[in-house]
């Protein structure tokens, strides 16, 4: 399999080389061949090309099997009015690749309900997947600015809403077959649509039950409900909110991997964490993210189920004994993380 | 003064006759001569007359010199492809007061914190203020839909946003003295054109730190560090979410109040808890979030600020010492909550 890299800026190229290391260790075990080419993104490829996804970089993610993201951002390149930004590599990246359904897995393992902000008896047993929408909605919509107003449209169609409840109800009905739409569907046209689609797209579904909430309603019911919740499926840009704020119930980032799928393309992997400046390049950043989005990329993009429930073991593992980086209450390197979970392989 | 109640549907009859009780207490005690009229809206308006905001409610609120509304909405009229919502009226009354600005405090009261999903350290010293943009974005911009595709038009003038952030500010500065704007300025025109506008409006305004947010973040934030936070302003929807978000930290949202305020009109005054129809008619809802929501009538609308930090106190007694409705963990009824806060007050 031909696997691309993208580094990108900040922590990115050190949480993806720990991820690269692991993912040649089970490469040489299970006997497989996995090719690796690494390319710029973000502002790294600002700063060496000019442009936050170049042609190279582009081209290569749609000839590979599928595409490992670090992270991409920082203080250097972060004037919102800038022409050219980081993230608009990573949106291009996504449109680019068609990857529509961007599925964020939340469970709190044990050791870290203490470092939840949650109470550890609301904890228990909150075990949901979010299937954001990804490539539509007010991120792609047309926009207009002048000096004294600006505009952006949310549009979507039938098909785009159709395709990323199909990936939601498919994964509730191998899951916990519950399946919650959020929308806003008292106040906006398109979570009119959203919420009409979705209840065309549950007749092909009878196992699943679907509840639809309100999108206010559900940033309530996430902390005061949690374990209520197996599959939530919604639009991008509340599907961005609402991710981030389940993120927050885990005790960490850093230990928290997304998987970004289409229908023709191997898929985008990325830890969800940010490019953390801040402990850039200090060999501190928490490579787990990261490693565990490998072992996403492995199950949907090659199919290689055993390998990557033998990843999430090891990372499990490591979770529960340690070595921890900081952010687990440790003082271990991204290195020393590596080693560790390279070790719990075997 | 001329106040118009809007008791609205479900629990809100009741809770609205218990604060307007509290209010006539506070008249008659003080000296001063309100003149209470009742209106329909929402659903109760929509059976009654077929609008969810008719005229002559429309004309009673512009004519009066604050309204404090109950609750809108209910199963009844819940069908979100209806042609008349009750939703509707609520919108449409905040459009026709002018009433831009959404003021939502948070404080988490001790005997609440247990009650509260966040850990208690958590809690210490959460005090802070939303000012929620209540009428531009998504919620009042052109909407399209045929069958296949649909559109929100988010959209916001300098105007528009100056007026709500200067709130903000003026708010902030007799606060914390800090203000975070909350904005997706990395992938949105509104937000950009929204986070200039705060970088001018904070000129005026030297004393008050200015942080941006984008709302991402800040759904993490308002979990993770929600003792760092004065004011926060933010978009019509962005603040839908992040209030709702806020509010469940608090324990219950059976106290929480919350005033809308324009320039020429005295405000629209309500509890944040909605029309709770399970439990409507029965004398079980919490009154308190409509007592506190008619002290910040008193305060903001008449200016009364003595008298609103009275019915404050009175809240802050019986929320510590009981009686307590079921959402506290109490067996009480809202007139036995009312009558409590009434004796509170002398
Ligand atoms: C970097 C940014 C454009 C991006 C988004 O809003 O989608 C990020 O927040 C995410 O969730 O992946
Ligand atoms: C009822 C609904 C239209 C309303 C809104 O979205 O503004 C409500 O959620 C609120 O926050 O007041």
Redesign the pocket.
Known sequence: AHLVTLPGDGIGPEVTAAAVDVLKHVAAHHGHDFRFSEHAIGGAAIDATGAPLPDATRDACLAADAVLLGAVGGPKWSDPNAKVRPEQGLLALRAALGVFANLRPLKVHPRLAERSPLKTERLKDVDFVVVRELTGGAYFGAKTRDRDRATDECAYTVTEIERVLRRGFELASQRGRRLTSVD?A??LETSRLWRHTAEQVARDYPEVHLEHQ?V??MAMLMLTQPSRYDVIVTENLFGDILTDEAAALAGSLGLLPSASLGDSHGGLYEPIHGSAPDIAGRNAANPLGAIASAALLLRHALGLEAEAAVIEAAVEHVVAHGPWTRDLGGTASTTQVRDAVIAALD
């Open positions: 806003k008292n106040v309100l206010d309603s």
